[in-house]
């Protein structure tokens, strides 16, 4: 077995008895899959990479190694080209390490139990909607996970057949499982009161949830949110998601509450939040930094991403409009926006509706 010697490297065995690289700096942060052998200047490339995207940089765009050393015009192979490709370098950081591991987890995937083929070596001009249809059920248990390999798979066949790789798109006609699920827990207004009884004003953990409540922005903008991006009070920012494509720059008012909160709080030089080592955050690094300071308050199915919800219930519930949830939170369509909307004139239409549903009063017939 070749001795690793590099830093943060580790092994593991997945449940097909494969071993695998990853690199991980601490635990709790999430695992970044190597695939190149140790001790060779492609491995050297991928580790790098590894390195800056835990540490919340942009990798180096990948030179696609690794799709001229799979069989040519397979599953795999095609994966790999697309993730070399110029399309998928202009993804944020985020969603190309996202999209990465929902693909590469596919590779190893049998193509039907009992069939040791696996799907990495599957000829393009095999996969069917069927196939895919394998791939997606086999994380029947969780549909989010399983959409989201669709998803992915749809974008990589819209990409190949652009390049005259493939034909036709199979995975757009493997519809999505239903989930039954509206993602992650929205905060109560209790939960909100029970984290900053906890967190009080001058911690950082309060200074985190009141960016996070009073901003609507998502994590991936909050990590980054200083005071070079007040101007007259107000925050001007081109959000993370979707930047290199469809940038989305949004102006928020400095909400009273909010500035006294980052007055009384200790804060970095160019970002408010800011780690032990006085680094700025990554952005996995703030959500486990996040889930932990709520595990502490009592909140364990709580998150980050739950109060960006929070402040839109909060908003829509205050009577804003459809298209002003839209300006606050970047959205481009009225399709989320309207999922607030709609939920508040449900609750003022339930209220009202318990109110005529009482017992009439007397002198009322």
């Not at 990853?22 to 052998?37: A, D, M, N, V, W």
């Not at 370098?89 to 596919?106: D, F, M």
């Not at 993370?240 to 940038?247: F, H, L, S």
């Not at 939170?329 to 509706?353: C, D, I, M, N, P």
Request: include cysteine; charge should be positive; proline fraction near 5%.
């Amino acid at each position: 077995m070749i001795a690793i010697n590099y830093p943060y490297v580790h092994r593991d065995v997945d449940r097909h008895g494969n071993v695998r690289l990853y690199f991980r700096r601490r635990k709790g942060e999430r695992k970044i899959r190597l695939h190149e052998q140790p001790g060779t200047s492609a491995f050297q490339s991928e580790y790098d990479a590894a390195k800056a995207l835990a540490a919340g940089e942009r990798p180096a765009p990948q030179t696609g190694v690794r799709a001229k050393m799979l069989k040519p015009h397979t599953y795999a192979w095609m994966c790999e080209r697309y993730m070399a490709s110029v399309e998928f370098r202009r993804l944020n950081p985020t969603t190309q390490a996202a999209r990465r591991g929902l693909l590469e987890a596919t590779y190893d995937e049998p193509i039907a139990p009992g069939k040791t083929e696996a799907f990495r070596d599957f000829p393009i001009k095999r996969l069917t909607p069927k196939a895919i249809r394998v791939l997606r059920d086999r994380k029947a248990e969780f549909p989010e996970a399983a959409n989201g390999r669709v998803k992915a798979i749809r974008q990589v066949f819209t990409w190949a057949i652009a390049e005259e790789h493939a034909t036709a798109n199979p995975a757009r006609d493997v519809p999505y499982l239903r989930s039954g699920s509206e993602g992650f827990h929205t905060w109560e207004i209790d939960e909100v009161e029970q984290f900053e009884r906890w967190h009080p004003v001058g911690t950082k953990a309060r200074l985190a949830l009141a960016l996070l409540m009073y901003t609507g922005v998502r994590r991936s903008d909050v990590v980054g949110l200083g005071r070079q991006h007040i101007r007259d009070g107000w925050f001007k920012i081109t959000v993370q998601k979707n930047r290199a494509r469809k940038p989305v720059t949004i102006e928020l008012p400095v909400l009273p509450a909010l500035a006294d909160i980052i007055a009384a709080s200790p804060t970095g030089d160019l970002t408010f939040l800011v780690t032990h080592f006085g680094k700025p955050f990554s952005f996995y690094g703030f959500g486990n930094w996040f889930r932990r300071r709520c595990d502490e308050a009592g909140l364990k199915h709580c998150t980050a991403h739950g109060l960006r919800k929070a402040g839109a219930v909060r908003a829509a519930e205050n009577g804003a409009t459809t298209h002003e949830l839209m300006a606050i939170f970047g959205w481009h369509t009225v399709k989320e926006a309207e999922r607030y909307t709609q939920a508040a004139r449900r609750k003022h239409l339930a209220s009202a509706a318990e109110r005529l549903l009482g017992r009439p009063s007397q002198g009322e017939k």
